[in-house]
């Protein structure tokens, strides 16, 4: 009625996919009913490339199976250091174009090996384009990992925080959102609000600016799940304590130190195996989202699950002594 199309539009079912939801306009989005499809595994990855993509690759290159074999730990070199994905679209461009370059060296009857190492990848695709810095950033006062969910996946978010003398300024950098910089405001004010119960001095900010920065600043960040990590870089900032070694951790935060549950939770803690975490903290609200986590990423994490940001920073800080507090005024 309304398009002049010559056909019935109402009786049309529209399936669209995509990685976010962020850049999808409001009245679109509340017109759609949406499913969101967990990300893979790197095992569930390297057992599609096994079955399916390279066999296919091989096939669409004219090449035989026995021209051209990868090993399993080739497959996880390209799924690792090669692509950063939740699907597989880039894990199979990869594949083509290592394909594509034993194709042209058959072709040329140039001298290759059917089987491809680990160590050949870099020849034929040029040098590793992510590199996994396992447990990066230890023992830090004032930088605390938290979990991140992304258009590519989960991820590891570093909060920074830093303090300096002034005049009660809040300074935020890393192309952070409105919500994610409300979060900042939230977190701030619920440690200020419990203070003293924390040994830190309760006028500390009259006297003192602060400066949060999460890394990555050309990268839009945004959400909420980052508050208990703020409020724990805050803490830890303050009172001179690191947190706790192989500990990260995602929630939101309410001003009264409540903490919410978050979306994502696979692929955060997939993030979190990728980097050689032991243990996390979720909020107690999530925990019957583990039914949804395969056994060997459940097996590999010790889970805190917490309702208040108390129990937050008594885990963090366990066995973390104070070194020093800010001067009374």
């Known amino acids: 009625h309304y398009l002049d199309v010559p056909f019935d539009l109402s009786k049309v079912m529209f399936i669209t996919t995509g990685n976010i939801l962020d850049t999808i306009p409001s009245v679109l989005l509340d017109r759609m009913e949406v499913i969101r499809l967990p990300g893979y595994t790197d095992r569930e990855k390297l057992q599609i490339a096994k079955k399916y993509l390279i066999p296919r690759e091989i096939e669409n290159h004219g090449l035989k199976p026995v021209q051209l ?194 979306g994502g939770l696979k692929e955060k803690c997939l993030a979190a195996l990728r980097y050689g975490f032991k243990e996390i903290i979720l909020p107690a609200e999530n925990e019957r989202d583990l039914v949804d986590l395969p056994k060997e990423i459940k097996s590999h994490f010790r889970f805190h699950f917490v309702d208040h940001i108390d129990q937050v920073f008594e885990i963090a800080f366990a066995g973390r002594k104070k070194e020093s507090k800010l001067p009374s005024p």
């Open 69 to 262: 074999q990868m090993p399993d730990e080739t497959v996880l070199k390209l799924i690792q250091n090669y692509t950063r994905e939740s699907g597989l679209r880039n894990l199979d461009r990869e594949i083509a174009n290592v394909c594509r370059k034993i194709a042209k060296k058959v072709a040329t009857n140039e001298k290759t090996k059917a089987a491809i190492r680990p160590l050949d990848i870099p020849e034929l695709l040029g040098p590793e384009r992510y590199v996994l810095d396992k447990l990066p950033r230890q023992g830090e006062i004032g930088v605390v990992p938290g979990l991140a969910y992304t258009s590519t996946g989960g991820d590891i978010l570093y909060i920074e925080v830093t303090q300096m003398s002034g005049k009660s300024s809040l300074t935020l950098t890393g192309h952070l959102g409105d919500v994610m910089k409300e979060s900042v405001q939230t977190a701030l004010s619920c440690v200020r609000s419990q203070a003293k119960e924390l040994g830190i001095d309760p006028a500390f900010f009259e006297k003192t600016d602060i400066h949060v920065h999460v890394p990555a600043g050309a990268v839009p960040k945004d959400g909420p799940s980052a508050g208990i990590t703020i409020a724990t870089a805050l803490v830890g900032m303050l009172t001179k304590r690191p947190v706790r070694p192989k500990l990260s951790m995602t929630g939101e935060i309410t001003l009264r130190g409540m903490v919410l549950p978050i």
